[in-house]
């Protein structure tokens, strides 16, 4: 599980905050913080891996948290804020953090930056070294919420398709996903390597009696 501190002086926002990090899969909260001293304190008590912070905070700037993060920890920080002025966007990326979510906004844009975290996270602990296509990954453009297809998929089929892998969390195949879906099954199966090209999905073979092995496709937790 990765471990997850959220930071922010309102309380509400806070417990909105800690019940996204709950819903997305392989993060757990592990403390709740209202003020900057407090952050700091649970961060070195708790050792989260990841820190969810607040800008506006009632005894300290989040900024200067950030700092004190920086010289001192071995976190990783998304900032969460009202904030939109660009010296405090360009402030928090001088820090180091993995990204800027500017409040309000929804779960899915939370989970998606979550998802990439976890994904840079396992990857970056397989590497012994880094290539640069795996450097280009680490520190390339960050993912949207609704990611581009490749030509002649469609959004509406491509929920379709995950939707049904999310109801068979042991895995299926494209003719099982075409039977679910009533998606041809050569499409189920391009949609579902897209899922795995994406890093949403992994693939695994099924072995039978006879014949080839069947191709089976589960989501990785938390993608």
């Known amino acids: 599980m990765i471990r997850v501190l959220v930071v922010d002086d309102d ?30 304190r649970l961060v070195r008590e708790l050792k989260p891996d990841l820190v969810l912070l607040d800008v506006y905070l ?24 009202a904030a939109t002025d660009v010296e405090t966007v360009r402030s928090a990326m001088r820090g180091g953090v993995l990204h800027y979510l500017i409040k309000p906004f929804d779960y899915s844009a939370l989970r998606d930056q979550l998802a990439h975290f976890a994904s840079l996270r396992e990857k970056l602990h397989r590497l012994d070294s880094a290539g640069q296509a795996d450097v280009d990954q680490v520190f390339g453009a960050r993912p949207s919420s609704k990611p581009l297809l490749p030509k002649g998929l469609t959004p509406e089929t491509a929920r379709l398709v995950e939707n049904a892998l999310r109801s068979h969390p042991e895995g299926l195949s494209a003719s099982e996903c075409a039977s679910s879906t009533g998606v041809a099954r050569v499409s189920a199966r391009r949609y579902l390597e897209h899922f795995v090209s994406m890093g949403r999905a992994e693939v695994r073979l099924r072995y039978g009696g006879t014949g080839r092995p069947e191709r089976i496709y589960a989501l990785i937790p938390g993608a």
């Open 58 to 81: 009632p005894d300290v700037n989040g900024l200067e948290v950030l700092k004190s993060l920086r010289a001192n920890e071995d976190v990783d920080v998304i900032v969460i804020t």
């Open 11 to 40: 309380f509400m926002v806070a417990k909105v905050h800690s019940g996204y990090v709950a819903r997305t899969g392989g993060f757990e909260v592990v403390g709740v913080a209202h003020t900057g001293g407090d952050a700091l």
